[in-house]
């Protein structure tokens, strides 16, 4: 069922990266190899408060002229992302803080030097006098009437009230069995292997701000550079250049961002800044906190009747731009169900402000959180009911003949098979075999467990979803540029950035696919806002469907007015003439693409009469049928070995099916699902990080936050389905962060599968060793123990 | 983040790192492989005026057979021993323990006396080589003296070294030819600091039969008579506690399995 490319350069190619040759050359260009002459360092001093009033900021005169403070930043305006939701409170963050500053590492002055060590000199002998303010640090406290306020004009620390509200009387009446649990996932960062980093300068002949940014989406920050700084948009330039990783981190307009623009302007030379780990660590984590109340009513087989949910998400101390504070908060609620038929539902999240830096959405972004949920509660209605867990999954998932498949929250499920994907996990990882070891025992002690987690990941939503929200940037047609030159090459170009989802391969093998154009002579143009057409860039695992649908189409463009030339010169109908290796090829003779373009640019009178004068360039703009998304969708089994006495986890075999549509690259799916996965297992299992009642961070340093490494890595077992959505071009489905969905919830599912014999069910992520041995200390007396 | 500016000296013998020593006082630290001082530096945690590299200097990276024991000069990598590209007095307990300290990079640099001078209680060479009855030659304007090792450190980050000296090699004893050894560690995750740490000798020929417990949060706790406690293992719990080791429950118990489990590589 798998696609093949007939050329072994098409949809469907395991071709090798394109853009691996510079990569692994390490000729990349990221924001720090910049070096423009006459450029100088930024080190920002950071809040070392939580909430706390600033008072006054105290610079020794000989540094006035290389300190700049939220006062000096006349005209510029704070970051507001609103959306339309009802009840939304809209907060502002000044690029510089002034007044009151709201988590640890805010930024309250910029200081220059001609090397970072040097900014770093100065801003360590600024004196800034703070009154401190107590401390929102827990969301669940937040939210009480009689907790402090982040923004005291808001009355309370609720961003948004999210809900679904239906009615579960009769999954109460009906229910064979009721459970009820707590769940919290704990907030970490998302440490791309690049942090963040910006060039400034103002370059005079052209009359423009140009800002290279490590970002996700260049356009959207040049939209919202020009709106904070009071600038034409035509005025602003923003370059994306080699980026090494976003996930969501760089899908932001930054307040960094923000006071570079301003300070290349007023200073008149170049300037930079490089985010280093502790700035990462401690000014940005930012994401997965969420916190969830939980009743499952099922039946007598595990068929659920009804969930009631009550949840909610630290969002931090304001909206990031351009998606909000809510984002996540209002996701919870309608993508819970997750991929099951769910047929009574109640629902209510809170967005919460605390005193930490503002949420973000990671990759998988609620998905995440709410597996863990769905899928641990499953398990525990399984152990209940006395039956394997994938049985009562299959009981619940949204079967294959029902789709397309609109849930109880109106999500439109495009097409797939999710119980084929469940059970050819069960069959992969040997559940059989490994219920037959678990009775053995191990020599060394350990308990054995297996854990499954199902999902599904909605991807490249467009306008109809968005514009309910409200939000700042709301999708629409993704366009995207196609040119011949006379040489025979094809320059695409998009508003998108590729920064790790190998689009520079993947974009040419859509062209490859229509054109039969070699790759190998297809580039990319994007990354920067004066060449690329306007698009509100890389996220939400839109690319592959809206970038590729946009260049599919634009490629088709070209390849009518192509043949159009061939078939005239060649003096047969456009019908009878096909594209083949770079070849457009008649009944007795062809041309090459080469010929072909040579004739548009430089010998138009050879052409046909009624030639498109647009010729062999396109702009096209591209949605697909629908825009309410694809669906992909995955299984993961784990087995785990857990070690009673230390609480250690290794993990011994990991098996993924994913159905991700038609694929471009099996093997670029396959590089985005392993390293989503190593992220799951970071979240599963490592990365946290803690906060004191003072709203301190506490991993400061990687010796402290854990991020896995090769040797926490298992050897993950890919298969592939391909079910195409019906709606895109190839049926092409978003597929970037499905990875990182399940690993928390089948992992989390595998160690309480291995202490089931104890008793203990954890129910808090990472499930770190301090916590399994707390969970084995505090499980209930067995019986016989 | 960025070090303090700081001046760079590469002397080419010990008594030129001594005298720069000298000069610069508490001004001055001294650098081997860097491993450690790299990031305090970076994160400002130290602000030396002047940094003395000492990786220059030929004598540091010697090695000696005396007869009864091996001398590694203090610039000895942590690599160099767990690739046994040296001699190994220990029947294999180095390059065990070397083999897991941090990652292989940190290894290619990091240094045995600098992991001794810097006294991290998380230092596997710390526990280790105070298990063995190792000691340590230090040298100073006035002349040198040697350090047990189990001696050396004096708390977190601090030795009896006192100002002006620098530990130039370290003396590891032979082990008898039928000397077992333990080594268990818990990190929770490879190459991580560990949370627990254990070393266990047994070579009666020597008469020697010692138990440290590392990762502590200070110098480690020596047991250098631990015959009884071998023997009798269930009295783990009791040791862990009357030694103060027990933060918290996890902490305990941490520390209890990693010295059984230490314990139960030298059991018959």
């Known amino acids: 069922m798998e696609t093949h490319s007939k050329t072994g350069k098409g949809i469907g190619a395991r071709l090798t990266r394109k853009e691996d040759d510079r990569y692994m050359r390490g000729r990349g260009e990221f924001v720090a190899d910049i ?60 690029p510089l803080a002034t007044g ?31 009154e401190e303010l107590p401390v929102i640090v827990n969301m669940l406290q937040g939210q009480r009437s ?157 068929k659920i009747l009804g969930l009631e949910v009550e949840a909610s998400v630290d969002a931090g101390a304001y909206s990031a731009y351009p998606f909000s504070a809510c984002l996540e908060g209002a996701q919870v609620v309608s993508i819970l169900p997750g991929p099951y038929v769910i047929p009574a539902y109640h629902c209510k999240t809170y967005s919460v402000a605390t005193n930490k830096a503002p949420i ?279 087995v785990v070995a857990v070690d009673p006495e230390l609480g250690d986890v290794e993990i011994l075999d990991y098996v993924i099916i994913e159905d991700g549509g038609t694929l471009i690259n099996p093997m670029v799916v396959e590089g985005q699902v392993y390293g989503g996965a190593g992220q799951g297992i970071g979240t599963a299992l490592y990365e946290e990080m803690p906060f004191d009642a003072a709203g301190q961070p506490l991993a400061s340093t990687l010796a402290d936050y854990l991020l896995p490494g090769p040797t926490e890595m298992p050897h993950f077992r890919v298969f592939h389905m391909e079910t195409p959505s019906p709606n895109t071009k190839f049926g092409i489905k978003g597929i970037g962060e499905g990875g990182a969905i399940a690993p928390p919830a089948a992992i989390g599912n595998a160690i309480n599968d291995a202490l089931a014999s104890l008793g203990v069910e954890l129910c808090e992520s990472p499930m770190s060793p301090r916590r399994i041995l707390a969970a084995i200390a505090e499980a209930p007396p067995r019986e016989g123990a | 983040m960025k070090s303090f500016a700081f001046d760079y000296e590469k002397p080419a013998t010990i008594v030129e790192a001594l005298a720069l020593l000298g000069e610069a006082g508490d001004d001055a630290k001294v650098l081997a492989g860097g491993q450690s001082l790299g990031p305090m530096l970076n994160m400002r945690l130290v602000r030396p005026r002047r940094l003395i590299d000492i990786t220059g200097i030929p004598d540091l990276h010697q090695i000696t057979d005396d007869g009864d024991a091996i001398v590694f000069g203090a610039c000895v990598t942590h690599a160099a021993i767990e690739d046994g590209r040296i001699p190994d007095p220990t029947g294999g307990m180095m390059p065990n323990v070397a083999a897991g300290i941090a990652y292989r990079a940190v290894r290619n640099r990091g240094t045995i006396g600098g992991s001794l001078v810097h006294a991290d209680p998380a230092a596997d060479w710390i526990t280790t080589l105070a298990a063995i009855g190792a000691e340590v030659t230090v040298t100073g304007i006035d002349g040198q003296r040697r350090i047990a090792v189990d001696k050396l450190m004096v708390s977190t980050f601090e030795t009896s070294l006192v100002a002006g000296e620098l530990l130039v090699s370290i003396r590891v004893p032979k082990l008898s030819s039928d000397a077992k050894w333990g080594f268990y560690k818990f990190c929770r995750k490879t190459g991580e600091f560990a949370e627990a740490m254990s070393a266990v000798i047994v070579d009666p020929a020597r008469g020697d039969i010692r138990v440290v417990i590392g990762a502590t949060d200070t110098r480690p706790v020596v047991i250098a008579d631990a015959a009884t406690l071998i023997s009798k293992p269930e009295s783990i719990a009791t040791v862990i506690e009357e030694n103060g080791l027990a933060n918290d429950a996890y902490d305990a118990q941490v520390r209890r399995v990693s010295l059984w489990r230490a314990i139960e590589q030298v059991m018959p």
């Open chain 1, 35 to 94: 070096r423009l002459a006459g450029m100088k360092d930024v080190a920002f001093l950071r809040s070392p408060l939580a909430h706390a009033r600033l008072h006054g900021i105290n610079v020794p005169e000989r540094l006035r002229d290389r300190v700049f403070t939220h006062d000096d930043m006349t005209g510029v305006r704070a970051i507001r992302a609103v959306t339309g939701l009802p009840g939304f409170k809209v907060s502002e963050q000044p």
């Open chain 1, 100 to 130: 009151k500053v709201r988590h640890v590492g805010e930024l309250v002055a910029m200081c220059l030097g001609e090397t970072r060590a040097e900014a770093e000199d100065v801003a360590a002998e600024i004196d800034v006098q703070f």
């Open chain 1, 146 to 302: 009689d907790s402090p306020l982040v923004h005291e004009d808001w009355g309370d620390n609720i961003y948004l009230e999210s809900s679904f509200d239906g009615d579960l009387t009769e999954a109460k009446a009906a229910a064979a069995v009721t459970v009820t649990k707590e769940f919290r996932t704990n907030r970490q960062c998302m440490a791309p292997l690049e942090g963040k980093g910006a060039v400034a300068y103002w370059d005079s002949r052209l009359e423009q701000l140009v800002v290279y940014t490590a970002t996700q989406m260049p356009h959207i920050v040049r939209t919202g550079l020009a709106e904070c700084l009071g600038l034409d948009q035509a005025k602003v330039r923003v370059i994306a250049p080699d980026v090494g990783g976003g996930f969501g981190y760089k899908g932001i307009l930054t307040p960094e961002e923000i006071c570079l623009g301003w300070l290349a302007m007023h200073c008149g030379h170049p300037v930079r800044w490089i985010e280093d780990c502790r700035e990462h660590l401690t000014a940005n984590a930012n994401c997965r906190e969420h916190h969830y109340h939980v009743t499952a009513y099922a039946d007598a087989r595990g």
């Open chain 1, 360 to 638: 973000l959405p990671y990759r998988g972004v609620a998905r995440t959180g709410v597996c863990f949920v769905m899928e641990l509660i499953i398990d525990a209605i399984a152990r209940a009911v006395e039956r394997e867990p994938y049985e009562v999954r299959l009981e619940n998932l949204v079967p294959a003949s029902a789709m397309p498949y609109t849930n109880i929250t109106g999500k439109d499920f495009d097409s797939g098979d999710y119980p084929k994907s469940l059970r050819r996990a069960v069959e992969e990882i040997h559940l059989t075999d490994i219920r037959a070891r678990q009775a053995d025992g191990e020599p060394d002690g350990r308990l054995i467990g297996i854990g499954f987690a199902t999902f599904c990941e909605q991807a490249a939503h467009g306008t109809s979803v968005y514009s309910g929200w409200g939000i700042p940037m709301v999708p629409g047609h993704e366009q995207a540029v196609a040119r011949m030159t006379p040489g025979g090459s094809l320059e695409l170009r998009i508003g998108a950035h590729s920064h790790g989802q190998s689009m520079e391969t993947t974009l040419a093998q859509v062209a490859h696919e229509v054109l039969g154009i070699d790759p190998a002579k297809v580039k990319l143009v994007h990354g920067d806002t004066e060449y690329t057409p306007y698009s509100t860039g890389t996220w939400g695992s839109r690319c592959a469907v809206m970038s590729g649908g946009a260049v599919a189409t634009a490629c088709e463009k070209i390849a009518e007015r192509a043949a159009s030339i061939a078939a005239y010169l060649m003096q047969v109908s456009t019908e009878e003439v096909r594209f083949e290796n770079g070849e457009i090829v008649g009944p007795t003779s062809s041309m090459s693409l080469e010929e072909v373009a040579q004739i548009w640019y430089l010998k138009p009178q050879l052409l046909p009469p009624d030639i498109d004068s647009g010729g062999l360039e396109v702009t096209v703009g591209y949605k697909p049928k629908t825009d309410s998304g694809t669906f992909s969708y995955a299984s993961h089994a784990v």
